[in-house]
């Protein structure tokens, strides 16, 4: 059951077009994790991330079912773009679709693939916003990959860096994902590069700037 204070902060968050509704409706149907799609709040944080720093050139590292995708197209201006990088090629005729719904499929191409291997075939493109939100486990490889092509000033978002509350557990679980948090989590904290700023938004979210 959904808690009061997501409901409360859903109630209280501006509408998104129907076809973000009928994207997670789908999901619920048709796969098997439909908790993985961020939702209307941060979905709707993306989409105001987008519009306020004027990105027209963002990357997504695992779309899911687009819902993500969808709602930062949404916010580009005119002529924007996003690279959407997803390994699952069962999705694409469901991410598709409500591309297509929402009236962004024009904005959107698709890459499927490991992200880890796409990244490297997109350079010399350079990215406004880059969105991390794939398999946990690789979010040091993928700031590897995505930090030469992060535009200077350029913000770098990176969702469940909190992992359910693991990385901050005590004692500290050893898994391969909340180890791949907690070194990711590190970087952030410690490369002069960047700046970052920790949201306990969901299961939190890493708002990253390239200095
Ligand atoms: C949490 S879901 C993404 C949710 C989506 N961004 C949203 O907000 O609705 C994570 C996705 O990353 C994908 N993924 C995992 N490892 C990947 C990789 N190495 N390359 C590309 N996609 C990957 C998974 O297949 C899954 O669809």
Redesign the pocket.
């Known amino acids: 059951m959904e808690p009061l204070s997501d409901r409360y902060l859903r109630e209280h968050t501006s509408p998104l077009p129907e076809a973000l509704d009928w994207i997670e409706k789908q999901t619920g149907i048709h796969t098997n994790y439909p908790q ?3 939702g209307k709040v ?2 709707s944080l993306l989409k105001m991330l987008v519009e306020i720093s004027g990105a027209r050139n963002v990357l ?6 687009g ?2 995708t969808a709602c930062m197209a949404l916010g580009l201006p005119e002529g924007g773009h996003i690279d959407a ?4 090629d069962e ?1 694409e005729d469901l991410m598709r679709a409500g591309w297509e719904r929402a009236g962004v499929q024009d904005r959107i191409t698709l890459h499927i ?4 291997k796409t990244l490297g075939s997109l350079a010399p493109k350079v990215y406004d916003l880059v ?1 991390i ?3 946990k486990r ?1 979010y040091p490889e993928y700031f590897e990959l995505v930090f030469p092509l992060l535009r200077q000033g350029g913000l770098l978002v990176a ?2 860096v909190m992992l359910g509350g693991k990385v901050y557990a005590d004692p500290l679980p050893q898994d391969a994902q909340t180890r791949g948090l907690l070194t990711f989590n590190d970087i952030m904290k410690d490369d002069p590069r960047v700046e970052v700023v920790m949201i306990p938004l969901k299961d939190g979210l890493s708002l990253i700037r390239k200095k």
């Open positions: 993985m799609l961020s941060q979905g997504e590292i695992g779309s899911f079912t819902y993500s990088l997803e390994i699952n999705l693939g490991d992200a880890r969105f939100d794939a398999n690789e969702d469940d």
